[in-house]
Protein backbone atom coordinates (compact mmCIF):
# COMPACT_ATOMS: atom_id res chain seq x y z
CA UNK A 1 0.00 0.00 0.00
CA UNK A 2 0.87 3.60 -0.37
CA UNK A 3 2.06 5.49 2.49
CA UNK A 4 0.76 9.40 3.43
CA UNK A 5 -0.26 10.77 6.40
CA UNK A 6 -3.78 11.80 8.12
CA UNK A 7 -5.10 14.73 10.09
CA UNK A 8 -8.44 14.69 11.60
CA UNK A 9 -10.29 15.12 14.92
CA UNK A 10 -8.55 12.59 17.69
CA UNK A 11 -5.74 10.97 15.05
CA UNK A 12 -2.55 12.79 13.04
CA UNK A 13 -0.20 10.36 11.68
CA UNK A 14 0.69 7.85 9.72
CA UNK A 15 -1.86 5.54 7.25
CA UNK A 16 -1.64 3.25 4.29
CA UNK A 17 -3.76 2.63 1.70
CA UNK A 18 -4.44 -0.73 0.47
CA UNK A 19 -6.46 -1.74 -2.55
CA UNK A 20 -9.33 -4.08 -1.72
CA UNK A 21 -11.28 -6.72 -4.32
CA UNK A 22 -14.34 -8.06 -4.25
CA UNK A 23 -15.36 -11.79 -4.39
CA UNK A 24 -18.63 -12.93 -4.80
CA UNK A 25 -18.81 -16.26 -2.37
CA UNK A 26 -22.84 -16.55 -1.95
CA UNK A 27 -26.00 -14.87 -2.16
CA UNK A 28 -25.23 -12.94 -5.42
CA UNK A 29 -26.70 -13.51 -8.40
CA UNK A 30 -23.59 -14.95 -11.59
CA UNK A 31 -23.12 -13.02 -14.42
CA UNK A 32 -25.52 -9.83 -13.10
CA UNK A 33 -23.65 -6.97 -14.52
CA UNK A 34 -22.99 -5.88 -11.13
CA UNK A 35 -21.73 -8.80 -10.06
CA UNK A 36 -19.02 -9.13 -12.70
CA UNK A 37 -18.26 -4.93 -12.88
CA UNK A 38 -17.42 -5.69 -8.54
CA UNK A 39 -15.25 -8.57 -9.92
CA UNK A 40 -13.34 -6.56 -11.92
CA UNK A 41 -12.64 -3.69 -9.87
CA UNK A 42 -9.80 -2.37 -9.72
CA UNK A 43 -11.01 1.06 -7.76
CA UNK A 44 -11.43 -0.63 -3.77
CA UNK A 45 -9.48 0.96 -1.60
CA UNK A 46 -8.84 0.85 1.94
CA UNK A 47 -7.02 3.33 4.60
CA UNK A 48 -6.05 2.39 7.70
CA UNK A 49 -4.84 4.16 11.05
CA UNK A 50 -2.80 2.31 13.50
CA UNK A 51 -4.47 1.75 16.45
CA UNK A 52 -2.61 2.96 19.71
CA UNK A 53 -1.29 0.23 21.81
CA UNK A 54 -2.72 -2.34 19.90
CA UNK A 55 -0.83 -4.55 17.50
CA UNK A 56 -3.56 -3.96 14.49
CA UNK A 57 -4.95 -0.82 12.18
CA UNK A 58 -8.69 0.12 11.79
CA UNK A 59 -10.29 2.07 8.61
CA UNK A 60 -10.44 5.68 8.35
CA UNK A 61 -11.24 5.60 4.67
CA UNK A 62 -12.95 3.55 2.42
CA UNK A 63 -13.61 4.08 -1.33
CA UNK A 64 -15.47 2.04 -3.95
CA UNK A 65 -16.36 2.96 -7.71
CA UNK A 66 -19.82 1.42 -8.83
CA UNK A 67 -21.59 1.15 -12.23
CA UNK A 68 -24.22 4.25 -10.57
CA UNK A 69 -20.91 6.14 -8.69
CA UNK A 70 -18.26 6.37 -6.55
CA UNK A 71 -18.60 6.28 -3.01
CA UNK A 72 -16.15 7.63 0.02
CA UNK A 73 -16.39 6.68 3.62
CA UNK A 74 -15.02 8.56 5.23
CA UNK A 75 -14.18 9.21 9.18
CA UNK A 76 -14.41 12.63 10.40
CA UNK A 77 -13.18 11.80 13.98
CA UNK A 78 -11.46 9.02 15.75
CA UNK A 79 -10.69 8.58 19.36
CA UNK A 80 -8.16 5.95 20.62
CA UNK A 81 -5.80 6.14 17.21
CA UNK A 82 -3.38 8.87 18.86
CA UNK A 83 -1.30 7.70 21.68
CA UNK A 84 -1.26 10.20 24.16
CA UNK A 85 2.01 11.66 24.67
CA UNK A 86 3.96 10.93 28.08
CA UNK A 87 5.28 14.39 29.80
CA UNK A 88 8.81 14.39 29.58
CA UNK A 89 10.52 13.90 33.09
CA UNK A 90 11.87 17.06 34.72
CA UNK A 91 14.97 14.81 35.81
CA UNK A 92 16.71 11.40 35.50
CA UNK A 93 15.00 10.26 38.87
CA UNK A 94 11.41 10.83 37.51
CA UNK A 95 12.75 9.27 34.88
CA UNK A 96 13.77 6.29 36.73
CA UNK A 97 10.85 6.29 39.15
CA UNK A 98 8.00 6.50 36.51
CA UNK A 99 9.74 3.49 34.36
CA UNK A 100 9.96 1.88 37.97
CA UNK A 101 6.23 2.16 38.60
CA UNK A 102 4.40 2.09 35.58
CA UNK A 103 2.51 -1.35 35.05
CA UNK A 104 0.68 -2.87 32.51
CA UNK A 105 -3.00 -3.94 32.91
CA UNK A 106 -2.78 -6.54 30.07
Known sequence: GAAATLDIPGYKGPVVTCPVRYT???GHREKKNNVTYMENNRNI???LAPMAGKPYLVPVTISIATLIGDIRLEAEKVDGLT???DPEPKSA???T???STTASSN
Request: charge should be neutral; avoid cysteine.
Open 83 to 85: PKA
Open 24 to 26: PIS
Open 93 to 95: TDS
Open 45 to 47: SVT
Open 97 to 99: TAS
